[in-house]
T-cell receptor, first 116, second 121 residues
Framework: GENVEQHPSTLSVQEGDSAVIKCTYS??????FPWYKQELGKGPQLIID?????GEKKDQRIAVTLNKTAKHFSLHITETQPEDSAVYFC???????????????FGSGTQLTVLP | GAVVSQHPSWVICKSGTSVKIECRSL??????MFWYRQFPKQSLMLMAT?????????EQGVEKDKFLINHASLTLSTLTVTSAHPEDSSFYIC?????????????????FGPGTRLTVT
């Protein structure tokens, strides 16, 4: 099955600096890589995702890059703000046509703290 | 779009009692729902996958008789923790998956509920 490793487990940055979280996956067939943000006491929220036919995707201050050859993908947050502080999870899945019930494989999470 | 709700958001129960947690997809139909549990400072652990109208598929090590899952409609799944014990105290999170693109560009993927904090005393 799929195995996803995530680093670092904790990350502290100064407000305004950039933060980068990296994940590697084991199953070369995985083709969908979402990132979730989880605030304390809340469920994970999808913040950005990328499919295997794309190398990079950006949404305002958040970007994700994917290297299929190396089987790793990264989350980049620029101009960090205190409200970016949360736990971030990467995930991987083989996403196929409707009707499939495949489950996400999550990374272990990164606690991001943005210091004011 | 793609809103998933859970009820209750938190519950405290006595050891030996049963607790039911509801998961609803509010603005889309979910053919598949997933139940996770999460211990403090840990990742999400998948407990079971449920498809509407059929029996749930449990992950290895999860007792199906203890964690009863019912996915009776395309918008509702329930998790019942039977004869709860203190070690069942955890954060339970459901997610719902649509068989179509709820949000353009984010097709076929899971949307998570806000979680339910269960404390068994």
């Amino acid at each position: 099955g799929e195995n996803v490793e995530q680093h670092p487990s904790t990350l502290s940055v100064q407000e305004g600096d950039s933060a980068v979280i990296k994940c590697t996956y084991s199953d070369s067939a995985s083709n969908y890589f979402p990132w979730y943000k989880q605030e304390l006491g809340k469920g994970p929220q999808l913040i950005i995702d990328i499919r295997s036919n794309v190398g990079e995707k950006k949404d305002q201050r958040i970007a994700v890059t994917l290297n299929k050859t190396a089987k790793h993908f990264s989350l980049h947050i620029t101009e960090t703000q205190p409200e970016d502080s949360a736990v971030y999870f990467c995930a991987a899945i083989l996403s196929i046509s409707s009707g499939s019930a495949r489950q996400l494989t999550f990374g272990s999470g990164t606690q991001l703290t943005v210091l004011p | 779009g793609a809103v998933v709700s859970q009820h209750p958001s938190w519950v405290i129960c006595k050891s030996g009692t049963s607790v039911k947690i509801e998961c609803r997809s509010l603005d889309f139909q979910a053919t598949t729902m997933f139940w996770y549990r999460q211990f403090p400072k840990q990742s999400l652990m998948l407990m079971a996958t449920s498809n509407e109208g059929s029996k749930a598929t449990y992950e290895q090590g999860v007792e199906k008789d203890k964690f009863l899952i019912n996915h009776a409609s395309l918008t509702l799944s329930t998790l019942t923790v039977t004869s709860a014990h203190p070690e069942d105290s955890s954060f339970y999170i459901c997610s719902a998956r649509a068989p179509y693109a709820v949000i353009p560009g984010l097709a076929y993927e899971q949307y998570f509920g806000p979680g339910t904090r269960l404390t068994v005393t």
